[in-house]
């Protein structure tokens, strides 16, 4: 079983279940999910990151110990702290940038990357390396609680079709709370480009080494 790492503290059952639930819709796995304390607003810079960090790794410790867990995911675009997990547990860590980089680059050549803060994540940015096309925000909608305004799918479809129109074709999420708005939905009949989605990015990676 996936176990998920949640970089937004949430007591909503149902907002925290969300990537597990789609990824049991869109690959038919059950995942456990754990969220950090105290950070209402999740990651959206340098100094909520550095806060995270140690929560995200006592996560993982936490998740490994249960012993029905075979890999863990830190479900955001960042990846905080994924070095660190990946020395701290024996078992495989996941991070949800890393995977949807790898998932963007092999379906285009000029990947248009959608998210919240200021710049790509470095850890996306790096391996997108020269196929990497430009980063769009919408500026009303900088961080994961934002998302929820009843504005925020046309605001960020707004960015998008820039990015396409500029010459993007592909547009990668830099944001895991786009996949509980389902912001991919949304755009994927609006769009002349695919859009790579961050969960389904992890879903696809875990079911590559997924233990029967």
């Given amino acids: 079983m996936l176990g998920i ?23 038919g796995f059950s995942a456990h999910t754990e969220c950090i304390a105290d950070q209402p607003h999740g990651i959206y810079d340098d100094a909520s ?11 993982a410790h936490k998740l490994e110990a249960r012993g029905d867990i075979d890999a ?23 991070g949800a940038g890393e995977c949807g980089a790898h998932a963007a680059m092999m379906v285009a050549d000029k990947v248009a990357v959608i998210g919240i ?7 996306m940015r790096a391996i997108l390396g020269d ?43 830099a944001c895991t709370g786009f996949s509980t708005i389902g912001l991919k939905d949304y755009l994927a009949p609006r769009l002349q480009a695919p859009v790579i989605d ?15």
């Fill in 131 to 173: 196929r990497f096309h430009s980063y769009r925000v919408s500026e009303r909608h900088r961080r994961s609680t934002d998302l929820f305004a009843d504005d925020a799918l046309e605001s960020l479809h707004v960015e998008a079709q820039h990015a396409v129109n500029e010459g993007a074709n592909a547009i990668l999420f």
């Fill in 5 to 27: 790492i949640r970089v937004l503290s949430t007591t909503d059952e149902q907002v925290l279940q969300e990537h597990a639930r789609l990824m049991e819709e869109s690959h």
């Fill in 198 to 212: 961050l969960v389904q990015a992890q879903a696809n990676a875990y079911s590559l080494i997924q233990k029967a």
């Fill in 117 to 123: 803060s200021d710049d790509t994540p470095p850890r």
């Fill in 49 to 59: 990151e550095a806060t995270a960090v140690p929560k995200i790794i006592e996560l």
């Fill in 72 to 94: 863990v995911s830190i479900s955001c675009a960042a990846d905080p702290a994924l070095a660190a997990a990946r020395e701290a547990v024996r078992i495989p860590v996941l």
